[in-house]
Nanobody
Framework: QVQLVESGGGLVQAGGSLRLSCAAS????????MGWFRQAPGKERDFVAA????????YYADSVKGRFTISRDNAKNMVYLQMNSLKPEDTAVYYC????????????????WGQGTQVTVSS
């Protein structure tokens, strides 16, 4: 079973940047599609970004297009989310997720989940 551990969250001012990292425990990660989701207080979990196993295809929520970039390094079993031009409405717990099927993550769910990392954007 794949274990995912997020890091890189924190407090940042509006307009700033953060890079989230997700470490996967197994080499089988390399054939999984990966994604990032977020959940703000009192709200449902939302899809943020997805990347296919090779990194050749990515998909973003409209709310983050042009500001966030998802990437992966399969040699290191890592996935990243570079977040620029952060807004207070980006404040949430961010979760890394993995699934064998890219369209599953695009559809808003996944098989494997990390514990989450808090991102807080102050105005």
């Amino acid at each position: 079973q794949v274990q995912l551990v997020e890091s890189g969250g924190g407090l940042v001012q509006a307009g700033g940047s953060l890079r989230l990292s997700c470490a996967a425990s197994e080499r089988t990660f390399r054939i999984y599609a990966m994604g990032w989701f977020r959940q703000a207080p009192g709200k449902e979990r939302d899809f943020v970004a997805a990347i296919c196993w090779s990194g050749g295809a990515t998909y973003y929520a409209d709310s983050v297009k042009g500001r966030f970039t998802i990437s992966r390094d399969n040699a290191k079993n890592m996935v990243y989310l570079q977040m620029n031009s952060l807004k207070p409405e980006d404040t949430a717990v961010y979760y890394c997720a993995g699934d064998p099927i890219f369209s599953t993550i695009q559809g808003g769910t996944a098989t494997y989940w990390g514990q989450g990392t808090q991102v807080t954007v102050s105005s």
